[in-house]
Structures are given as C-alpha cells and as structure tokens.
C-alpha cells in the first residue's frame, strides 16, 4: 500500500511540475516592450503619413519627419536601427496604440488633458500655433477663429480628432459652419473645390504643407490671431504600462537637446525660436494644467 501510496504522489509531483514549466517559461520570458525593442532592434511607429512629422520619402522610401528623426536619433545609440513606420488616420493613431499595433505614436499629437488620461506623453519637444491655409491673397480676409466666427458665409476645414476644433469651438465657430476631414489632403482639396473657405492646421504642418512651393495656389493666413490658452505642445505618446520605455526616451532626448541635435533637426524642418520648448516645461505639468501654457493638433 505504501508503495502504492509512493508512486502515486510521485506521479502527482511530476504532473504538477510538468504543468509548472510553461508558467515558469512564460514568466522568464516574459519582456517589457522596451526590453523587446532594445533586443530586435527595432521599434514600430504609428504616424499620419504627414509632413513633417512623420512620412516616408518619395525618393528613397526612407522614414523620416520631425518625429522620425528625433526617435532614431535617441535610440541608435542603444542599437536600435530600424524604424518600421505604419501608417493610419490621426483619429485611429491612440486607439492603435492601446490596442498594440505601434509601440508609439509619433506624428504631432498635442498634449492635452484628455489624451493624458489614455496615454503617456514624452518630454514635450515643438511648441505649436494654430495657423490657417487660404486660397491665394487670402479673398475672406481670415486671420483668426474671430473673422471664421463673425462671418456667416465662411466655413472652416480641419482634421478629424484635432485640437483646432476645439479652439474654434471655444472662440465661438459654430459646428455646422466646421467640416472635419480624416486627413490634410481631404481638407485642401475641399478648399480648392470651394467646399470650406479656409483650413486650420498646426503651424508645424502648415510650415511642411506650404514648403518648397509644394502648394500651388495656396497661402498661409498672416497673421492668424491665437489666443495665449490655445497655444500647444508636441509629443510622442507611449501606452501608460510602457513607463520604463518613456523614461528611456526622455533620457536620450534630454541628451540629443544639450548637445544641438534637436536644434539641428528643427532647422532642417524649418522651425526655430518660435518653436522652442522652455527647457523647465514637462509632459505632466501640461497634463495637470489643460495645456494652457503655450497651439497643435
């Protein structure tokens, strides 16, 4: 019987312990998704597929863009080479996050108080102004969200999920006199075509829009009037449990702005004082505030 009794409990310890071993593998395998990037090599970006945050290059298919460039400058230096940059709508750009498809979101997302609550925000690294896109010599005369406002027969074009509605909104532009397009080639064939009178942009995206006479036709509105509460700031966003990874991040780009890289890259986009992060603003004083210290999307 005890023999019995014996194998028996012998038998149990080794189903138990062969049950055991994919939990423990599992366990030991188990990696952060920063431990995955700086092991492969490589990290995915979701992005617009807009200038100049973040595309590829006609010519060369290379990935590049403001946030392209900053990302693959902060991490080459810890091996990892290869950007693999997927394209989606703005408005799909968090829920894409969330859901795991990008191990970040880079493409002028705009820190704001109810993206914080969904994600994690890096250092902030462009500050941004609403600007605005017109037909040539600017026939409606717009140069803030007052003209859009006071003027029945104006209606304004934006991106779908930007934070310029929301500034429009707030300087009293009605909803019916807005038309929201899921991308910035929908709004400036709508303006050529007539369909809305005027398109409000970051001035980051207007600045890449309108560069190299890319734009035929079009203009940007000078000035266009911005509130001081309705001024933004940029950054690339990670999922909330990817702390250790946004760390990193901000560790690296701390670096790359003491030694000129970062002036250097916004130089080569066309950005300059007036872009400037003060070196004292963080992502969570911006995230506790409303984002009222300074325009985006």
């Given at each position: ?31 952060t ?33 403001w ?36 191990d970040?979101v ?23 102004l ?16 007052q ?5 029945p ?30 991308d ?8 050529r ?44 966003a ?11 991040y ?48």
């Amino acid at each position: 019987m005890n023999r019995v009794f014996h194998s028996l409990r012998a038998v149990l310890f080794m189903t138990l312990a062969v049950f055991a071993l994919p939990v423990a593998s599992h366990t030991a395998l188990a990696e952060t998704t920063k431990e995955r990037i700086l092991r492969e090599g490589k990290i995915v970006i979701g992005i617009h597929n807009r200038t100049p945050w973040g595309y590829r290059d006609e010519t060369t298919g290379e990935a590049t863009g403001w946030h392209p460039d900053l990302l693959r400058a902060a991490f080459a230096g810890l091996g990892v080479k290869e950007l693999d940059i997927r394209v989606t709508e703005f408005g799909a750009l968090i829920p894409g996050l969330l859901a795991g498809r990008f191990d970040v979101v880079a493409s002028g997302l705009s820190i704001t108080p109810e993206r914080c609550k969904q994600v994690l925000f890096g250092m902030p690294d462009l500050k941004e102004l609403d600007a605005a896109i017109v037909l040539a010599g600017n026939p409606k005369q717009i140069h803030g969200y007052q003209d859009i406002a006071a003027n029945p027969n104006i209606v304004m074009g934006a991106g779908r999920g930007s934070v310029v509605i929301r500034n429009a909104v707030a300087a009293g532009v009605p909803d019916d006199r807005m038309l929201l397009f899921p991308d910035i080639e929908s709004n400036v064939s709508a303006l050529r075509a007539g369909r809305i009178d005027v398109v409000v942009l970051s001035s980051p995206t207007v600045i890449g829009l309108l560069a190299g006479g890319k734009a035929p036709g079009l203009e940007r509105a000078n000035p266009f009037a911005v509130a001081d509460d309705q001024v933004n700031y940029n950054a690339v966003a990670f999922r909330k449990q990817d702390e250790d990874l946004r760390a990193l991040y901000d560790q690296q780009l701390a670096a790359l702005k003491k030694d000129g890289t970062v002036a250097r890259i916004m130089a080569k986009y066309g950005f300059g004082e007036p872009e400037t992060v003060p070196d004292t603003l963080t992502a969570e004083q911006l995230c506790s505030s409303g984002a009222k210290a300074g325009p985006g999307q």
